[in-house]
T-cell receptor, first 111, second 114 residues
Framework: RKEVEQDPGPFNVPEGATVAFNCTYS??????FFWYRQDCRKEPKLLMS???SGNEDGRFTAQLNRASQYISLLIRDSKLSDSATYLC????????????FGAGTRLFVKA | DAGVTQSPTHLIKTRGQHVTLRCSPI?????VSWYQQVLGQGPQFIFQ???????GRGNFPDRFSARQFPNYSSELNVNALLLGDSALYLC?????????????FGSGTRLTVV
């Protein structure tokens, strides 16, 4: 089992749609959780950290369920500019510190 | 303010050669991490350094090594290059090793091994 697994993509949605991404992680000692966005041939950029209480930033909402070891990202009112690859990231301290990225989920938002 | 800077931006090497990639973190950041990203995959963790000490290592062979300098900049070294080492190498910095504030990435060094 991969340490971080994401929904297979791509997701093709119309503008204005709501889209949800899920991610599961295997290490129960995981400590920090993030969603990153990566545009084609660019570096990843932090979208938001994910906290146990859940957090929201404009149209984006992230949730963490430690018991089930999954993280979610909800994007409301999708914009064309949301088209990108979304990467789930988990950090943990097991045998040294590690930061593990999921393979990413590609999102296409169409007019 | 300068972000994370990496050099060179592109590099072509021959199999068996050695390469050194460089990274300067954001001013005030004391932790640097290195990642390898091949097309279609997420970044793979190679190393993390904090306060000049290795704090974490991913599943990469001993041909990969790194160090962090007193000014917190870092080098990634790869010996005996293989064709499979061709990838985008990303450096990320953060204030400290364990953080809830995420990591800021440089734009990467694209390494091609021929």
């Amino acid at each position: 089992r991969k340490e971080v697994e994401q929904d297979p993509g791509p997701f093709n949605v119309p503008e204005g749609a709501t889209v949800a991404f899920n991610c599961t992680y295997s290490n129960s000692a995981s400590q920090s959780f993030f969603w990153y966005r990566q545009d084609c041939r660019k570096e990843p950029k932090l979208l938001m950290s994910v906290y146990s209480s859940g957090n929201e930033d404009g149209r984006f909402t992230a949730q963490l369920n430690r018991a089930s070891q999954y993280i979610s990202l909800l994007i409301r009112d999708s914009k064309l500019s949301d088209s990108a690859t979304y990467l789930c990231v988990v950090s943990f301290l097991t045998g040294g510190f590690k930061t593990i990225f999921g393979a990413g989920t590609r999102l296409f938002v169409k007019a | 303010d300068a972000g994370v800077t990496q050099s060179p931006t592109h590099l072509i090497k021959t199999r068996g050669q050695h390469v050194t990639l460089r990274c300067s973190p954001i001013s005030g950041h004391k932790s640097v991490s290195w990642y390898q990203q091949v097309l279609g995959q997420g970044p793979q963790f190679i190393f993390q350094y904090y306060e000049k000490e290795e704090r974490g290592r991913g599943n990469f062979p001993d041909r990969f090594s790194a160090r962090q300098f007193p000014n917190y900049s870092s080098e990634l070294n790869v010996n005996a290059l293989l064709l499979g080492d061709s990838a985008l190498y990303l450096c990320a910095s953060s204030l400290q090793g364990q953080t809830n504030y995420g990591y800021t990435f440089g734009s990467g060094t694209r390494l091609t091994v021929v």
